[in-house]
């Protein structure tokens, strides 16, 4: 691995600066722990967290900034604790890497509320004190993670977008059929939403602000019914009750001891304390869910064959994907590249690197007959030309 290249072992895109435009860059991974896995990435997803520290919105970017927090991959080594996974194996990193492991949350396997705070995927503090790069990039050092036999590029949004909706609906024992689940949003994490409500047998409601969601709501989706969020008439036709503020608007339907679960970022929440206390509502708020919840989630959607739906691009096109996540210009948000397309064009045909990522185009292949016919290509990329791309790349 250290021989990549001369100037480090790992190649990958990053933003230099709140411009959050991406582009090559090579960078050292850290050396193999004890309790760690090295993953050769294969896809990695595209979330709005990538834009949110490529672009510094939150003022504590690290530059630069290797963003990608939906990593799917086959493990290369394992350090010398680690059992559950060997070489070859599918595996997937989300949101964090690592945490204390020792604390209440961690040992009851909620890692992702550790006590001691979690290290991110990318622009947190490893343990050797570097900052953590993400999986725009050909390969990562974590701590043993989650396995798979699911396609991979439909893996990566799993573990942002799918694990954010699914560990609330489980804590909230929304996954009793006949229960009526509301989705308020139709993006990656809503669509997930829809997919997981209808799977546990639950009466799904869409609320969303676009009337043009109705029809893959109701048809590709299955929802039950359909609500434009911004229109106040078919507001009251669901629930007479009216608020000047949309959370009081969704508090009022909801079922007495009902819960709504924040799991998007609104910039404040204000609410009536009459929409909590008439009706004992409860509204309550999650980040993604720990590894063992993760593993279950992963593990029943390979059961119920739900994927998510996805577009695959290939990361030269991530800066163009990226803008397009601004501009909500991406149908259920959910985006994977194949990271074997990372490494940037270059003459002469010298790069050991590219050469080491074939494996991982077979890998592809192999799979690819069980990718879900919502796997489309984009950006004027058709399959054809796609393919052809990555053939050039087998002949560098
Ligand atoms: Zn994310
Ligand atoms: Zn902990």
Redesign the pocket.
């Known amino acids: 691995m250290n021989s990549e290249t001369a100037e480090g072992n790992c190649h990958g895109w990053a933003a230099r600066d709140p411009s959050g435009v991406l582009s090559p860059y090579t960078f050292t991974r850290r050396a193999l722990g004890s309790d760690d896995v090295s993953i050769k990435i294969t896809h990695c997803g595209v979330c709005y967290g990538d834009v949110v520290w490529t672009r510094n919105k939150h003022g504590d970017a690290l530059y630069p900034v290797v963003p990608g927090h939906e990593i799917v991959g086959i493990v290369l080594a394992v350090g010398s604790n680690v059992q559950r996974f060997k070489v070859g194996d599918p595996v997937g990193v989300g949101t964090y890497v690592n ?9 009851g396997g909620r ?1 992702v509320y ?3 705070g979690i290290t991110y995927t990318f622009n947190g503090i490893d343990v050797d004190g570097t900052v953590t790069k993400g999986g725009y990039s050909t390969f990562t050092v974590v701590h043993n993670r989650i396995p798979d036999k699911y396609p991979l590029a439909s893996a990566a949004p799993l573990l942002c977008a799918g694990i954010t909706v699914y560990s609330p609906m489980m804590h909230h024992k929304m996954n009793q059929p006949g229960k009526s689940l509301g989705v308020v949003g139709l993006g990656g994490l809503g669509h997930m939403a829809v997919k997981f409500g209808k799977a546990f047998g639950l009466k799904v409601t869409v609320f969303s602000t676009s009337i043009s969601k109705k029809e893959e709501a109701l048809s590709l989706l299955g929802a039950d019914n359909f609500v434009v969020s911004s229109d106040q008439d078919q507001m009251k036709v669901v629930d007479a009750a009216s608020g000047d503020h949309s959370f009081d608007l969704f508090m009022s339907l909801l079922k007495n001891t009902g819960v709504l679960a924040l799991v998007g970022f609104p910039s404040e929440i204000k609410l009536n304390p009459a929409s909590l206390l008439l009706g004992m509502k409860t509204i309550s708020g999650s980040v993604v869910g720990g590894p063992k919840e993760i593993q279950e989630m992963l593990d029943f959607c390979a059961a119920k064959e739900i994927y998510p739906n996805i577009e695959v691009i290939p990361i030269q096109y991530a800066n163009e994907a990226l803008e397009r996540l601004i501009k909500k210009d991406v149908k259920y948000r959910c985006m994977s590249f194949p990271v074997y397309n990372i490494v940037p064009h270059e003459k002469g045909g010298k790069s050991n690197s590219r050469r080491k990522l074939e494996p991982k185009i077979r890998f592809e292949e192999q799979h690819s007959t069980a990718v879900p016919s919502a796997y489309t290509y984009t950006n004027g990329l058709t399959q054809a030309r796609y393919l052809k791309e990555l053939s050039s790349m087998k002949n560098c």
């Not at 945490?99 to 040992?107: H, L, M, P, T, V």
Request: hydrophobic fraction near 10%; glycine fraction near 0%; charge should be negative.
């Open positions: 945490s204390c492991r020792d604390c209440e949350f961690c040992n890692d550790c006590e001691k």
